[in-house]
């Protein structure tokens, strides 16, 4: 908003340079886009009229010949087309969706408003109750009704899998901050019914990892637990002669160890997972 009267503003057509709004800024992120736009705006605000020159405060420009024109330049670029490329593609096609057929399906927001969306909608994911005859407060909250069941079943599951809402909701602010990546990987793994394919899902798993790094790890994690159990051993004795009591964390581990990770390498990641997640 400009606030200086009339009489120190600057016709912007007789202007020569540039104005902030003739200016297009293409970057790869929200977050860029605004750290720009910030940097810019703090230059433009050090501008002052005079002979041309810079001190650690301000920088002089004999073209500026009152400070009400700064004013009208932060203003310009408030609306200045600085953001993403993604953005300023959206803004050229957006007259003619009608035409084109795509309909919108949300709009581009900064990556701080995205931040308070996300939290917004954690918060209010967390207060909706399970019960199923209260389903329609979840339908209100804005989940489509056909699937707010299975919505909340899922935010139940991911909480005691996490073991409390905490955990839980850092790995779905990671799961937003991915969502293009999470709903491409989804469809590469379904089956023309919509269902998770295990074969595809596999092949996913195995194609980001070298065979001979799941070799050299399950070779490693088997020398680890053959140290621990000799070092225990070499401390205390087992509480009977046949070895460790069954269904102890040690007799586990030693069943791990005598069996060894399969030939397989999804068999051997399986082994690893095994050998550290025994309860």
């Known amino acids: 908003m400009v606030t200086a009267p009339a009489s120190e503003r600057t016709n912007l057509q007789d202007w ?5 709004s003739e200016v297009v800024l293409l970057t790869f992120t ?3 886009a605004d750290e720009m736009k910030d940097r810019l705006r ?5 501008i002052r009229p005079g002979p041309l020159g810079e001190d650690s405060k301000h920088r002089y420009d004999p073209r500026v010949k009152s400070q009400g024109f700064i004013e009208q330049l932060l203003t310009l670029l408030e609306d200045a087309p600085i953001g993403t490329i993604d953005s300023f593609l959206s803004q050229l096609v957006s007259p003619y969706r009608g035409k084109l057929g795509d309909a919108l399906s949300r709009e581009n927001v900064s990556d701080a408003a995205r ?3 996300v939290e917004t909608s954690l918060r209010t994911i967390w207060r909706l109750a399970s019960d199923r005859s209260r389903i329609g407060d979840a339908v209100d909250a804005g989940i489509p009704a056909h699937i707010a069941t299975e919505v909340l079943s899922a935010r139940d599951r991911v909480a005691q899998h996490y073991s409390g809402r905490t955990s839980a909701s850092r790995v779905l602010r990671a799961l937003v901050g991915k969502s293009v990546f999470v709903e491409e990987s989804s469809r590469k793994v379904m089956d023309e019914e919509g269902n998770v394919d295990r074969d595809k899902l596999l092949a996913m798993i195995m194609s980001s990892i070298e065979e001979a790094d799941i070799d050299e790890q399950a070779e490693r994690v088997q020398k680890i637990i053959r140290v621990v159990f000799e070092t225990i051993k070499e401390c205390i004795q087992t509480p009977s002669a046949s070895g460790w009591a069954a269904e102890t964390r ?3 581990l030693e069943e791990l160890d005598r069996t060894g990770p399969p030939t397989d390498s999804w068999g051997k990641l399986c082994w690893m997972g095994h050998v550290l997640t025994v309860p």
Request: glycine share 6%; aromatic share 0%.
């Open 16 to 20: 020569d340079g540039l104005l902030p």
């Open 250 to 252: 040690m007799a586990c």
């Open 42 to 46: 703090r230059t433009i605000s050090r």
């Open 115 to 117: 931040a308070i969306l």
């Open 30 to 32: 929200n977050r860029a």
